[in-house]
């Protein structure tokens, strides 16, 4: 009896041992993981960039299949109105890289900071027109615009979007701006005066024809390009003092023949 219970204890030890053994070895796994972790962190390079609500859908793209080749890199895009945009930066928010649509934004950040910026010809756009099918309009030119059947038409806030300012140009050169006036529904940015079309809060609008692919459904009819001017988005370089040479590397990744098949695909031409 003796020599079992003495096995007994004998055993039960190393089961102890075995077990502190393995604590020990899960707490150093736990701490190796832990600084691993904190040095990727440490490592990640964050890059802000504001950007035409416009270019929603194109630069979501780019910002996955950057980060994929690039671990270390982290894309922050915030999207809005450009001009609201400039304001923001203007008013000191953080941005590495402005991307709007139009060139305004440029002369107002010159006009109203000190910063060096520099600039990249990018991509272009057009502007449609975009009709509910539901409302049984058939607008084939701005002239038709005067139709008694259209209660609301959309177009992006001039004050706050180049979408809007163009929007303004096309029908005034048109003469229906002031015709058009009581009957303007005004959104914050062109994506948002395409959902005011395609729910039929408006039964007409002006986007950007980009904007318009995205709903199929709706009624297209393109602007003529005379009557607006050119519809440009350039890179802006904004800061690049603790990412210089990261900024720089984005700006020519976009820049670059690699993404010249996603712009086509999104509608968007690439300015050579």
């Not at 190393?14 to 053994?21: P, Q």
């Not at 600084?35 to 390079?45: A, P, R």
């Amino acid at each position: 009896m003796k020599y079992k219970k003495e096995v007994i204890l004998i055993d039960s030890a190393k089961i102890v041992s075995a077990k502190r053994l393995l604590s020990i070895c899960l707490i150093l796994v736990a701490i190796f993981l832990f600084g691993s972790k904190c040095k990727t962190y440490s490592n990640e390079i964050q890059i802000t960039i504001f950007a035409a609500a416009s270019l929603a859908d194109l630069l979501n793209t780019f910002e996955t299949e950057y980060e994929s080749q690039n671990e270390n890199i982290d894309l922050q895009i915030s999207y809005g109105a450009s001009n609201l945009l400039a304001q923001q930066i203007i008013k000191g928010a953080p941005a590495n890289i402005l991307i709007p649509a139009g060139t305004g934004p440029i002369s107002v950040l010159n006009q109203k900071t000190n910063l060096n910026l520099q600039v990249y010809p990018f991509i272009s756009n057009e502007l449609v027109l975009v009709s509910h099918p539901d409302t049984q309009l058939n607008i084939t030119n701005l002239s038709e615009l005067a139709n008694d059947g259209i209660k609301r038409f959309a177009i992006a806030d001039p004050e706050l979007a180049p979408a809007g300012e163009y929007s303004k140009i096309a029908l005034k050169n048109s003469d229906m701006w002031d015709l058009l006036q009581p009957k303007l529904v005004l959104a914050p940015d062109v994506r948002a005066t395409l959902t005011y079309v395609s729910s039929k809060n408006a039964e007409i609008g002006i986007v950007y024809s980009t904007d318009a692919m995205s709903k199929p459904d709706l009624k297209i009819t393109k602007i003529p390009n005379d009557t607006y001017p050119k519809i440009e988005y350039p890179i802006i370089l904004i800061d690049n003092k603790n990412q210089k040479n990261h900024t720089h590397q984005l700006i020519q990744y976009l820049l670059s023949d690699k993404t010249k098949s996603e712009i086509d695909k999104y509608g968007f031409k690439k300015i050579k």
